[in-house]
T-cell receptor
Framework: DAEITQSPRHKITETGRQVTLACHQT?????MFWYRQDLGHGLRLIHY???????NKGEVSDGYSVSRSNTEDLPLTLESAASSQTSVYFC????????????FGSGTQLSVL | AQSVAQPEDQVNVAEGNPLTVKCTYS??????LFWYVQYPNRGLQFLLK??????LVKGSYGFEAEFNKSQTSFHLKKPSALVSDSALYFC????????????FGGGTRLMVKP
């Protein structure tokens, strides 16, 4: 079955380090997204991509970057991790330009100490 | 910008009773609304959507949602709650002015007690 997987499930890092979270989908979806989930804020969009070589900033993109070199993967990089980036990160994908149904990964719990 | 609000952080209901999880929206133009559910340690799962048509939308796991234009609401409902319905529920709106991104509400935790 097609799926979307995130790795690692849990990550602890130190302030100032570069961290990359992986997202891999086998749905062959063009659209991929990264959200962060924080208590009191729900889900907030970090970055998104509508295809290979396409990346766009979301609501809370500062301190994050993404790259899309193939259809399956959208890695999220924290250039210099900060304690404010401690959060649960979700990757998602959708199969149409109208994003009527998103498929989510199981999330990565990131702690920045 | 399009937005949704979920006024309740938590809803408690007894098993077998009807449940309602509230959502109000603020959009310019026609709203495109969604409900997602998140079970512990899992990603969000799509429940249902309202694009156009009937105001009562049926979705997965026996859930339905009622679209009310005059009250700008899109409440999630289920006639008889199950303990297994306990989860975090998110309302979302699609912002066609921002690349069709989904904007999510803050979430409502549903607790169904036996």
């Amino acid at each position: 079955d097609a799926e979307i997987t995130q790795s690692p499930r849990h990550k602890i890092t130190e302030t100032g380090r570069q961290v990359t979270l992986a997202c891999h989908q086998t749905w062959n979806h063009n659209n991929m997204f990264w959200y962060r989930q924080d208590l009191g804020h729900g889900l907030r969009l970090i970055h998104y991509s509508y295809g290979v070589q396409d990346t766009n900033k979301g609501e809370v993109s500062d301190g994050y970057s993404v790259s899309r070199s193939n259809t399956e993967d959208l890695p999220l990089t924290l250039e210099s991790a900060a304690s404010s980036q401690t959060s649960v990160y979700f990757c998602a994908s959708s199969d149409g330009e109208k994003n009527e149904k998103l498929f989510f990964g199981s999330g990565t719990q990131l702690s920045v100490l | 910008a399009q937005s949704v609000a979920q006024p309740e952080d938590q809803v408690n209901v007894a098993e077998g009773n009807p449940l309602t999880v509230k959502c109000t929206y603020s959009v310019s133009g026609n709203p495109y609304l969604f409900w997602y559910v998140q079970y512990p340690n899992r990603g969000l799962q799509f429940l249902l959507k309202y694009i156009t048509g009937d105001n009562l939308v049926k979705g997965s796991y026996g859930f339905e949602a009622e679209f009310n234009k005059s009250q700008t609401s899109f409440h999630l409902k289920k006639p008889s709650a199950l303990v297994s319905d306990s989860a975090l529920y998110f309302c979302a709106v699609r912002d066609y002015n921002a690349g069709n991104m989904l904007t999510f509400g803050g979430g409502t935790r549903l607790m169904v007690k036996p």
